[in-house]
């Protein structure tokens, strides 16, 4: 079968593989939608410490079952399914406290496990183990399921610093999942979503499609002067950095209301994670700075009910799609921030 195999950082090549078999609690997908993301971006420039290659990459998921584990029970050949990307183990503390998206022996597709920028892919036991596939309802599309998986961490990080009714949120980060971010806000009942973003192209182009209540260009002007002024002076209740940028941090936290909600979404370079925090402006206004990090198996399953809803259309986000044999232009457009998302069809 052909798949697309990191060997090396700088080294993804496009050729031909064994196709893989089916164990007996495993099932098999033809691989119809595997969208890219800036982890991809990063695992092509900088490898991965989890990921020995070579290894098949690609896992925002969406497929067809052709093959049943003689041990599988509740699916069929035929079925429609979106996959989880991060695996819990299921048993550990965190797991068993409900706290999933920290599991300490976690496990990911297109890590450990080959992913799906291939014609197929195994579901691997210890995913279906955690209930993690999902059938993709009628009216939804293979690529619009694709995206569940960064919608499922947009929820996992909003429910965190509790974005509702009447917010004001600023989300810092125009790609794709600040636009995921900017609709789910809009779903939970914020009153203002305002937009900022360092490439005026990319700013614009998404500013286009989720239209913001303010779109900031944040390299011609101040950022948190004018989330200032559009909120009287008072700051957002909640920001999202849904960028891996030291500023985009810094930013933040001078811009939040008092007892506002900041979460770290986006997460800065492993040799530079630092940032300048005046602990002040946390400890007089009472934030909160909260991190987030992936999705359950449970975030997916509401993610994808989410987009079939209508509640978070994402079909118009869908910019790109590109055959298989394309996924390093496909790589290279995430990168660019000309395209918003984009979706490789094996």
Known sequence: MRAATFHAPGDLRVGDIEEPTTGPRELK???????????????????HP????????????????????????????????????????????????????????QTSMGYQYPGGFAEYMIVP????????????????????????EPLACALNAQELVHVGKDDVVVVMGAGPI?????????????SEVYLIDVNAGRLALSADRVHPEA????????????????????GPDVIITAAPAAIAQEQAIEMA???????????????????????????????????ANGSSPDHNRRALDLIATGAVPVADLITHRLPLEQV?????????????KVVVEP
């Open 29 to 47: 997908l033809r691989m119809h939608a595997t969208a890219t993301c800036g982890t991809d971006a990063k695992i092509f420039k900088h490898g």
């Open 50 to 105: 989890r990921l020995e290659p070579p290894q098949v990459i690609g896992h925002e998921l969406a497929g067809e079952v052709v093959e049943v584990g003689a041990e599988v029970t509740g699916h069929a050949v035929g079925d429609r399914l979106q996959v989880i990307a991060a695996v819990p183990c299921g048993e550990c503390w965190a797991c068993t406290s409900g706290a999933m998206t920290v599991c300490p022996n």
């Open 257 to 291: 209301a008092p007892q506002g909600r900041i979460s770290f979404f986006g997460g800065l370079p492993k040799d530079d994670p630092y940032i300048k925090c005046d602990s002040n402006l946390v400890h007089y206004r009472e934030l909160m700075l909260m991190g």
């Open 178 to 190: 600040g636009c995921l971010h900017v609709r789910l806000a809009r779903s939970f009942g914020a």
């Open 328 to 340: 390093q232009d496909a790589i290279d457009a995430v990168v660019s921030g000309e395209a918003i």
């Open 215 to 234: 779109a900031i260009d944040a390299s011609s002007e101040d950022p948190v002067a004018r989330v200032k002024e559009l909120t009287d002076g008072r």
């Open 125 to 148: 036991e210890q995913v279906l183990k955690v209930d993690g596939v999902n059938v993709i309802p009628d009216g939804v599309s293979y690529a619009e399921a694709s995206v569940t």
